[in-house]
Structures are given as structure tokens and as C-alpha cells.
């Protein structure tokens, strides 16, 4: 069982903000309906359910903050993959209301957070009212100061491992069909070097900063017992090596798992030169000779499921 904190008392909340994507290519739109519906006749007690649908890219963070700044004990729900999740944690952390509660319900292609943390059916577990605490990702990539923190529910990925999980959640089911995925991304790919906090320069395939153990459906980053709520997170690192030794380690990540990975609570490099990087699978990119550090939000965000 996952090692969030429990609190002890049922929340009842004052308001329920939906949001989903209604152009999803899934079944968003119907799963958002469903729980709107589930919800409207088993809460015990009366509050405003509200279905918000998007209307572009990054609008889910604007109706997070907003849904979450109103105030008082709201709970704002994701009906999406860890992207469109992403952006509601951010919009909700923005927002700066601490009685403010996250849920996803999984919908889309990639729902590893989920999977991971999910206990129960999401619509149980929001009648039932128990919050539990779990760490976030936040990142500092050198913008204004007076510019939000960017956090991640799941991982922050640089090189290699990111591209394959990006590139696992297009194709299909099964081993064999992840493991023709890996080989056509990785004979694209080519490393990056970075400076690092002691000063040396080094060039690196791959490197993920997990809060989860497991991405891309079947990937498994580490066998250590990291839950999202222990003050840590994992480092799991490709330094440059020869092609076949890379290739192996990333078929055995998606097939059989990497093994234990180190923990730690921050982590800081610069950049050499423009570098893209994953946020929950979302694209981001970072500018040469920045610091980046990534750093463990202890208990950030109040969550549900």
C-alpha cells in the first residue's frame, strides 16, 4: 500500500470542477459525463459539481487556478493522461489554496500516475473524502523570478528515456511492439553533455528524475520501493556508452526493469547548450548555460483516488 499521509477526517467538499478535454481522442468527454453523473447521485451531501471542458492547449492550467483560487475545500479533477494532468496540478499549486484537492481519472494514452497511486474507483474515493499528501517534481530553469514554479506529478526527463516513453505511448500493447518502438527512436537519437554541481562536463543518453517507479506502461525505472510521498526521488541515469549497451539497458527497462536507482531530495547541473526536456511526457526546452535544479516538494499536493 502506497505510504501517503492519511488524514483522519473525511473531506466533504464545497465545490467539484471536472476538467476534460472535449477533442480528446479518447473517451474524455463520456468518462468526464459518467463521473458527473456517479457523483450527482452518491455524495451524501450537496455541493456544485461543475464540467469544465478545454478549449486549447494549456487551458486547463488557467481553469485549475481559477477553480482552486475561489478558495474553500474544492476539488479539482483531471479527466486525462499525465499531460492533461500535469496541467491541472500546476494550475491548482498556482493558485496557492492549501485546502484545495487533485484526482485524475485516466483517460487517454498515457496514465501512469494513475496507475501507480491510484486505491480505488475515483468515484468511491471521492465520497468517501479521504486526502492523502504526495511529493511533486519542481523545477528552476532560470526564469523571472516572478514567474511560477513548474512542478511534475510523475518525472522530469532529459535524453533518451523520455523519447522511448513518448514514443511507447503511440504504438501499441506488448513487448515485442515496445521493443521495435525503442529501436526506431533510438537509432535517431544522439547524446547531450551537461556541466554538473562538481564542475566537470559530462555527456550523458538519458537522465530521469522519477517520482513514480514505472512509465510508459511497462517501463520500470527501479525496483526500489519509492513511493510519491517518501521526500525523494529517483536518478536514473544513462551516462554515454556504446549504442548496443544502450539499446540493452532501455529494452531491459521496458521488459524486465532497471535495478535499484539512487534517491535524493535535489538535483542540480547547467546547461551547454538549448536542451528539450519532459515534464509528465509534455515538451518543454531549457536555454544553454542555465542551472537547472530539480528539487522533491515534500507532501505538496492533497489528492484523492
Known sequence: MNQEHVKDSARIFTSIVIIFNPNSTGDAPELAQQ????????????????LQPTEHAGHAVELAREAAGKGGDVLVVSVSGDGGYNEVVNGVMHAGNPQAVCAVLAAGNANDHSRITGTKPLAEAIAEGHVRNIDLLRIHTGKNEDEPDEYAHSYIGFGLTPVIATELEKGGKGAITEMVTVIKTFSKFQPFAIRQSDGKRRKFDSLVFANIPEMAKYATLSEADNHPSDGKFEVIVFPHMPKWRVLLTALRATTQGLVEQPSVSSYEFTTLKPLP??????????EADVTVRVECAPSALPIVG
Open 35 to 50: 463521473l458527473h453523473s456517479k457523483l450527482s447521485a452518491t455524495l451524501s451531501y450537496q455541493t456544485d459539481i461543475t
Open 277 to 286: 526536456y519532459q515534464v509528465d511526457g509534455e515538451v518543454k526546452s531549457v
